[in-house]
Antibody, heavy 119, light 108 residues
Framework: EVQLVESGGVVVQPGGSLRLSCAASGFTFNDYTMHWVRQGPGKGLEWVSLITWNGETTYYADSVKGRFTISRDNSKYSLYLQMNSLRTEDTALYYC????????????WGQGTLVTVSS | EIVLTQSPGTLSLSPGERATLSCRASQIFSSSYLAWYHQRPGQAPRLLIYGASTRATGIPDRFSGSGSGTDFTLTISRLEPEDFAVYYCQQYGRSSITFGQGTRLEIK
């Protein structure tokens, strides 16, 4: 059974930093592109970032470019999101999601970890 | 960046009725890169359709997708109680991915 379990969400002050983690199991992690997607309170889905299977290629939404860094450790079946210079508008539930493959969609999602940016 | 606009914002229907949800893109892209999800309250999104018309694993055949170019449609032939949720379309670009703002499907 595929499982994705996010952790690391906390309350942080504007300008602060945070690292989110996603522990994967039930599939061959190093075969798949992985993503972070966020959802602000009462809002829709916003794609944040992706990283290819070997970590060589990453892309970011314009809203987080230059502030967030996605990474992965295939030996630990783990995905990460380093978040710096946090803003109040980064407050959201952050999901990690597994890519289905072939630029198609996200077939498995975690339950999310809540990041609140507030003074 | 491709902007996806979903309509209607809210759709009120009864169980057993047919639902038609629309997703319009700001520019043409391949239907191979269009997906649909639904999200029930308190749950993570679930992939329903990818490649505009291919049902994901375990998705019942009352869900169908169609469209091309800039106009895509998700149809639910006979609504079940568990289908009342928020529905999102998504375009999967090579370096950027966007979601529509969502359509809320509510019980009438």
């Amino acid at each position: 059974e595929v499982q994705l379990v996010e952790s690391g969400g906390v309350v942080v002050q504007p300008g602060g930093s945070l690292r989110l983690s996603c522990a994967a199991s039930g599939f061959t992690f190093n075969d798949y592109t992985m993503h972070w997607v966020r959802q602000g309170p009462g809002k829709g889905l916003e794609w944040v970032s992706l990283i290819t299977w070997n970590g060589e290629t990453t892309y970011y939404a314009d809203s987080v470019k230059g502030r967030f860094t996605i990474s992965r450790d295939n030996s630990k079946y783990s995905l990460y999101l380093q978040m710096n210079s946090l803003r109040t508008e980064d407050t959201a539930l952050y999901y990690c999601a597994k890519d289905l493959g072939g630029y198609t969609g996200f077939d498995y999602w975690g339950q999310g970890t809540l990041v609140t940016v507030s003074s | 960046e491709i902007v996806l606009t979903q309509s209607p914002g809210t759709l009120s229907l009864s169980p057993g009725e047919r639902a038609t949800l629309s997703c319009r893109a700001s520019q043409i892209f391949s239907s191979s890169y269009l997906a649909w999800y639904h999200q029930r309250p308190g749950q993570a999104p679930r992939l329903l359709i990818y490649g505009a018309s291919t049902r994901a694993t375990g998705i019942p055949d009352r869900f169908s997708g169609s469209g091309s170019g800039t106009d895509f449609t998700l149809t639910i032939s006979r609504l079940e109680p568990e289908d009342f949720a928020v529905y999102y379309c998504q375009q999967y670009g090579r370096s950027s991915i966007t979601f529509g703002q969502g359509t809320r499907l509510e019980i009438k």
